[in-house]
């Protein structure tokens, strides 16, 4: 079984400081990761990924994510938050199997950036 | 040129009615997919489609019918809807085999069904 967890409901930082977003992950076998955001009403949109080679990985609209294998660990980040970036942030995990691609999402970070 | 498309937005219907919602995707994917959000943000897959054959049916009430006519379309059917089926429903897609994009699902709008 896999799953996914965000041990924060919601986060709020100011505008131009460094957002951190947690995700940990639990998958027997090699993890493929995911982060989408939504915005409200709207529906998810790619970020990034990892599936393999350098941990720290780069997406759009200058966010990154690092993979840490030793604490099952794909975090969320970006240097200086902008107000436009508050939105729900959702990690997720897969495996790659013959039978199927099965995103288990984690339960969804609400992210809040003031002015 | 909308990438993975659902219709409708928004459905209202009373319970006990049938219903169906229609998703397409132009990115020429071989895989697609239904997850169900509920109030509280929880996502979670429903069904997945290769290529037209059933792949994932994660525990869904058989009052759900996916129904893929070609690799572009997979269609969601509910016959007697209930108060709990009212939910964001997404559809996805991603390229099963081959490719740098390979894995990544790409979501539509969301259609977001209220049951009275």
């Known amino acids: 079984a896999q799953s996914v967890a965000q041990p924060e409901d919601q986060v709020n930082v100011a505008e131009g400081n460094p957002l951190t977003v947690k995700c940990t992950y639990s998958v027997s076998g090699n993890p493929y990761l995911f982060w989408y955001v939504q915005y409200p009403n709207r529906g998810l949109q790619f970020l990034l990924k990892y599936i393999t080679g350098d941990n720290l990985v780069k997406g759009s609209y200058g966010f990154e994510a690092e993979f840490n294998k030793s604490q099952t660990s794909f975090h969320l980040k970006k240097p200086s938050a902008l107000v436009s970036d508050s939105a729900l942030y959702f990690c997720?995990?897969?495996?790659?199997?013959?039978?199927?691609?099965?995103?288990?999402f984690g339960g969804g970070t609400r992210v809040l950036v003031k002015p | 040129d909308t990438a993975v498309s659902q219709t409708p937005k928004y459905l209202v219907t009373q319970m006990g009615n049938d219903k169906s919602i229609k998703c397409e995707q132009n990115?020429?994917?071989?895989?697609m997919y239904w997850y169900k959000q509920d109030s509280k943000k929880f996502l979670k897959i429903m069904f997945s489609y290769n290529n037209k054959e059933l792949i994932i049916n994660e525990t869904v009430p058989n009052r759900f019918s996916p129904k893929s006519p070609d690799k572009a379309h997979l269609n969601l059917h509910i016959n007697s809807l209930e108060l709990g089926d009212s939910a964001v429903y997404f559809c996805?897609?991603?390229?099963?085999?081959?490719?740098?994009?390979?894995?990544?699902?790409?979501f539509g709008p969301g259609t977001r069904l209220l049951v009275l």
């Open positions: 997720a995990v897969t495996l790659i199997k013959a039978a199927g691609n099965k995103l288990t």
């Open positions: 996805a897609s991603s390229q099963e085999w081959g490719g740098q994009d390979q894995e990544t699902q790409y």
């Open positions: 990115l020429g994917h071989d895989t």
